[in-house]
Nanobody, 122 residues
Framework: QLVESGGGLVQAGGSLRLSCAAS????????MGWFRQGPGKEREFVTS????????SYADSVKGRFTISRENTENTVYLQMNSLKPEDTAVYYC?????????????????WGQGTQVTVSS
C-alpha cells in the first residue's frame, strides 16, 4: 500500500529526498506522515501533512531542515531532508491516516510502509 524510496548514505550537512508512493484508494483523502526509528530508540514522529496539503506539522528536531510535501495527482508524498545530522540516522517510515488532518500519534495511522534506511556519517 505504501512504498518508500530514496534512503541511503550521506555525509553530515548533505541532503536526501524520500518518496512514498501510495495506493490511490488510501491517498486522496488521507493525511500522510513520516516517522523514524533510530538504533536502540523508539519510533518517533517526524512530520505530517493534511490530505489537502495546506497544513503541516514538524517535530522540533527537524523544523527548518525537513520539508514534507505531497503531489495528489501522483499519489506520492515527499520528505526533503537538508542539513542532515548524524542523529538523523534512522529507518524512515511513511504512514497514512484516514483522519485527514495532521497528527503526531503513531496510533492514528492506518497504513505503514516497510521503511527506508537513512544513514548520516559524521
Amino acid at each position: 500500500q505504501l512504498v518508500e524510496s530514496g534512503g541511503g548514505l550521506v555525509q553530515a550537512g548533505g541532503s536526501l529526498r524520500l518518496s512514498c508512493a501510495a495506493s490511490e484508494h488510501i491517498f486522496s483523502s488521507y493525511a500522510m506522515g513520516w516517522f523514524r526509528q533510530g538504533p536502540g530508540k523508539e519510533r518517533e514522529f517526524v512530520t505530517s501533512i493534511s490530505w489537502s496539503g495546506r497544513s503541516t506539522s514538524y517535530a522540533d528536531s527537524v523544523k527548518g531542515r525537513f520539508t514534507i510535501s505531497r503531489e495528489n495527482t501522483e499519489n506520492t508524498v515527499y520528505l526533503q531532508m537538508n542539513s542532515l545530522k548524524p542523529e538523523d540516522t534512522a529507518v524512515y517510515y511513511c504512514a497514512a491516516t484516514s483522519r485527514g488532518w495532521t497528527t503526531r500519534s503513531s496510533y492514528a495511522y492506518d497504513y505503514w510502509g516497510q521503511g527506508t534506511q537513512v544513514t548520516v556519517s559524521s
